[in-house]
């Protein structure tokens, strides 16, 4: 059963500097939400906290109802797809599939039949004889989805999944990640630097930076009303011209800049008369 996962106040330092500072969010069952920022933001660091894999300095992880911050990994049921697939070359795909469900104790009959369920979710059933090898690169991290799968988690955390693919096998996998994720209707919680892969994919995002999240909502809010500078600049293509709040009219603000009197809409932030903003154009 899928459930949602909650992180409330997690901090994590690496010396003097913060990494992960004081960051919270929950997601809700079932829920595509991703972690997105530039590369040294944290977000990665972040995720393995969820997934057990590095302690935090302090702060409380949740899965549904059940608080699992000191739980160890192979006991949280979450499951982690990694950036680099960490598939074992000497195995078959069903193999690599199953190995998991091995070190749980699961028979092996047992263990072949949810191994062949989760290749059969991915399209790559009939390739469960195969060594990683003769796999390309797609197929490599459709197994890598499948090992995950199999172990029946309450959610799936996904490390920059597609970041080694070529531009078009890349498309192909947003779109079979896509349809994997409906037919699961497994929460997942995916980070990414990739801002088409967030804006294509996501029920929600939330933007990082310096180990903050900064933005949190759905792509098309954080694409049209980016909440800073840093979003906007981040999330889209957009010249920004400085100007001086002058007024509300009729719904529409009114913004004195170089380029003259801009209405536009206004922002979610309270502007007073005066005061700087930037228009997004």
């Known amino acids: 059963m899928s459930q949602p996962i909650r992180v409330e106040h997690v901090v994590k330092r690496f010396g003097a500097v913060a990494a992960v500072d004081d960051v919270s969010f929950a997601t809700v069952p079932g829920e595509m939400f991703f972690l997105l920022g530039p590369s040294g933001c944290g977000k990665t660091t972040l995720l393995r906290a969820v997934a057990g894999l590095g302690e935090v300095d302090s702060g409380e992880f949740y899965l549904g109802q059940r608080r699992i911050t000191e739980t160890p990994p192979h006991r949280r049921n979450v499951a982690m797809v990694f950036q680099n697939y960490a598939l ?6 069903l193999e690599n599939v199953t190995f998991g469900l091995g070190l749980r104790k699961i028979g092996r009959r047992e ?4 191994g062949l369920a989760a290749l059969e979710i991915v399209q790559m059933a009939s390739l469960a004889d195969r060594k990683p090898n003769q796999l390309s690169g797609g197929q490599q991290q459709r197994v890598a989805l499948a090992r995950a799968l199999a172990l029946e988690p309450d959610a799936l955390l996904l490390d920059e999944p597609l970041s080694n693919l070529d ?3 890349r498309l192909e996998m ?3 990640l896509r349809r994997i994720h409906e037919e699961t209707g497994l929460t997942m919680l995916y980070v990414t630097h990739d801002q088409k892969e967030a804006l294509s994919l996501a029920d929600r995002v939330a933007l990082m930076r310096d180990g903050r999240i900064v933005q ?3 792509p098309r809010d954080l694409y049209h009303r980016p909440g800073s500078r840093f979003a906007a600049a981040f999330l889209g293509e957009t010249n ?3 100007g001086t709040f002058v007024e509300t009219v009729d719904g529409r603000a009114r913004i004195e800049t170089p ?3 801009l209405k536009c809409r206004p922002s979610d932030v309270p ?11």
């Open 111 to 114: 263990r072949a039949k949810r």
């Open 88 to 93: 074992w070359p000497h195995m078959t795909v």
């Open 271 to 281: 502007l007073a008369r005066g005061q700087a903003c930037d228009v997004c154009v």
């Open 240 to 242: 920004l011209v400085r």
């Open 216 to 218: 949190v909502g759905a």
């Open 174 to 176: 947003r779109a079979e």
């Open 167 to 169: 531009a078009k096998l």
């Open 259 to 261: 380029m003259g009197l």
